[in-house]
C-alpha cells in the first residue's frame, strides 16, 4: 500500500490518539520528531477523522446535535391552533366567563361594588374588596392569561381534545380556578349561588 509505505512511521514515534487530539500540529511533530515530519502531516490531515472515531465531535456536530436534542424552543399545544382558531376560542371563552359573572352578579344583593368588562380581548373582573382579576388573550404564545388576586399570574395552554386551558407549572384549569376561587366570592353575596365555571369550556373549534 503506498500509503502505508509512504507514511508510516517507526514504531517508537507512534502517539496515542488521546496525544494527538489533546496537542495542536506544532507541539505533534514536536512530540513525534523531526524525522517524522512528513508523518506528522499526515496526521494534522487526518485528525478529524481520529477526532470523530473515537468520539470528539467537531464543534459544528456538536452544535447541530445539541440543537436537535434540546428540540430548540417547545412549542405548547396551543402555539399549534391557527390564528383564526384561537382567535375564535379565546373569543368565546372570554365572552362566556363575562356572561357567566354578569349572572352571579345579577343574582347578588349587593354588587354596586363589582364591574365586569371585556374589551379588545381583555377581561377585568372588579370585585370589590376581593380585588381584580384579568383574563387576557395573548395571540403571539396562543395562550390566555390570568392575573389573579389570589394565587397569582398563571399562562394557560389550549387543549382542543377536552376544550380545557391548562397551567402547564401545576396542571391547573382555568376554569377549574374559577370555579374554587370565585365560588367563594359569591357565595359571601348569595349562598345559593352555582359558581361552576367549567360550562364555559371551549370543546370544539365549532364553537359547542
Same mark, same amino acid.
Given at each position: 500500500? !503506498? !500509503?502505508?509505505?509512504? !507514511?508510516?512511521?517507526?514504531i517508537?514515534?507512534?502517539?496515542? %490518539?488521546?496525544?494527538?487530539?489533546?496537542?495542536?500540529?506544532?507541539?505533534?511533530?514536536?512530540?513525534i520528531?523531526?524525522?517524522?515530519?512528513?508523518y506528522?502531516?499526515c496526521?494534522?490531515?487526518? $485528525?478529524?477523522l481520529? %477526532?470523530?472515531?473515537?468520539?470528539?465531535?467537531?464543534?459544528?456536530?456538536?452544535?447541530?446535535?445539541?440543537?436537535?436534542?434540546?428540540?430548540?424552543?417547545?412549542?405548547?399545544?396551543?402555539?399549534?391552533?391557527?390564528l383564526?382558531? !384561537?382567535?375564535?376560542?379565546?373569543?368565546?371563552?372570554?365572552?362566556?366567563?363575562?356572561?357567566?359573572?354578569?349572572?352571579?352578579?345579577?343574582?347578588?344583593?349587593?354588587?354596586?361594588?363589582?364591574?365586569?368588562?371585556?374589551?379588545?380581548?381583555?377581561l377585568?373582573?372588579?370585585l370589590?374588596?376581593?380585588?381584580?382579576?384579568?383574563?387576557?388573550?395573548?395571540?403571539? @404564545?396562543?395562550?390566555?392569561?390570568? $392575573?389573579?388576586?389570589?394565587?397569582?399570574?398563571?399562562?394557560?395552554?389550549?387543549?382542543?381534545?377536552?376544550?380545557?386551558w391548562?397551567?402547564?407549572?401545576?396542571?391547573?384549569?382555568?376554569?377549574q380556578?374559577?370555579?374554587?376561587?370565585?365560588?367563594?366570592?359569591?357565595?359571601?353575596? @348569595?349562598?345559593?349561588?352555582?359558581?361552576?365555571?367549567?360550562?364555559?369550556?371551549?370543546?370544539?373549534?365549532?364553537?359547542?
Open positions: 500500500n !503506498f !500509503f502505508q509505505h509512504r !507514511f508510516q512511521p517507526p517508537r514515534y507512534l502517539l496515542s %490518539r488521546r496525544a494527538l487530539t489533546s496537542c495542536s500540529p506544532s507541539t505533534a511533530v514536536n512530540q520528531g523531526t524525522k517524522s515530519i512528513r506528522a502531516c496526521v494534522q490531515a487526518l $485528525s478529524p481520529i %477526532r470523530y472515531s473515537i468520539g470528539v465531535v467537531p464543534s459544528s456536530i456538536r452544535l447541530l446535535a445539541s440543537s436537535t436534542e434540546s428540540g430548540g424552543s417547545a412549542k405548547s399545544p396551543a402555539a399549534e391552533l391557527s383564526g382558531d !384561537f382567535e375564535h376560542v379565546t373569543d368565546e371563552v372570554l365572552e362566556r366567563i363575562a356572561d357567566k359573572v354578569d349572572d352571579l352578579l345579577s343574582k347578588s344583593a349587593d354588587s354596586s361594588d363589582y364591574d365586569v368588562t371585556l374589551a379588545s380581548g381583555v377585568t373582573l372588579s370589590g374588596e376581593h380585588g381584580t382579576y384579568v383574563i387576557n388573550k395573548q395571540t403571539p @404564545n396562543r395562550q390566555i392569561w390570568l $392575573s389573579s388576586p389570589t394565587s397569582g399570574p398563571k399562562r394557560f395552554d389550549y387543549s382542543a381534545d377536552s376544550g380545557e391548562t397551567y402547564s407549572h401545576d396542571g391547573s384549569k382555568l376554569h380556578l374559577l370555579t374554587k376561587e370565585l365560588s367563594d366570592v359569591f357565595q359571601q353575596l @348569595n349562598s345559593e349561588t352555582n359558581t361552576d365555571f367549567t360550562d364555559c369550556a371551549v370543546y370544539k373549534l365549532d364553537g359547542s
